[in-house]
């Protein structure tokens, strides 16, 4: 059972959502078309890139909670995750929308401010290029408010866009924090700063914006399409 411990995780982490989905008011269900569609674009590009660095030896699962089985790799755990974990988020997305007061604008953002802090984080790649995970962490985070700046650049300054990262930020402390404290995954201290938040390398705070943000974008600019077509 303990090498199926990773694979557990991201099955537990979809449980909830997945049960709430068909709840009247957050009718969750009705969004698969474009949930799915965000899952598969992110997913594929987030997968790849994740074999990519595993083989190049930035980090390594460990077979004592992911098992010996490898696809590309990686661990069926790993590929779970990159279904389990966006499709959570998405769902809290919805939620928050639903439960909650409707949202306000808090920041004025402007495109050009989000190109800008997308090419402070394509510079401070550059200037950590000697660390694998580090600039894939960074570069995550550009191509994230690049896709933002293109698509939905006003979300930025929106209350439920804030109230949303604030729940899958304690929601992703305490996943990630489990995966690390076990530990599921070893990261080659040569390909990261070093800096831990408890167990978390400060990468994975990078890394995670960077991915369910782009997961976000994808989703609403898809669930408006098929809104459309509809």
């Known amino acids: 059972m303990k090498k199926h411990v ?4 991201a099955l537990a982490v ?8 068909f709840e009247d008011r957050i009718h969750f269900w009705t969004h698969w078309p474009a949930v799915g569609t965000a899952l598969a674009l992110t997913g594929l590009l987030y997968l790849f890139w994740d074999a990519m660095v595993v083989r190049r030896g930035d980090w390594s699962f460990n077979p004592k909670f992911t098992g010996t089985f490898r696809i590309f790799g990686l661990p069926v755990g790993e590929i779970l995750f990159f279904v389990t974990v966006p499709y959570a988020c998405l769902f809290l997305w919805e939620a ?3 439960l909650l007061p409707p949202g306000t604008e808090w920041l ?13 984080f394509v510079a401070a790649s550059w200037l950590f290029r000697h660390l694998g995970y580090t600039v894939l962490a960074l570069v995550s985070v550009a191509i994230f408010l690049s896709t933002l700046a293109l698509t939905h650049p006003a979300l930025a ?19 990630n924090g489990l995966y690390t404290a076990l530990p599921t995954i070893f990261y080659n201290p040569r390909a990261i700063w070093g800096i831990r938040i408890g167990t978390i390398p400060l990468e994975d705070f990078f890394y995670n914006l960077g991915y369910l943000g782009l997961t976000l974008c994808f ?9 459309t077509v509809g």
């Open 6 to 9: 990773y694979s557990l995780i």
């Open 96 to 98: 928050v929308k639903t």
């Open 108 to 120: 004025t953002v402007q495109t050009p401010g989000l190109y800008a802090g997308a090419l402070v």
């Open 219 to 227: 989703y609403l600019t898809f669930d408006g399409w098929f809104t």
């Open 157 to 175: 300054g929106r209350s439920e866009f804030w109230v949303w990262w604030l729940v899958c930020f304690v929601a992703f402390v305490v996943v």
């Open 14 to 21: 979809l449980a909830g959502p997945l049960a709430f989905s």
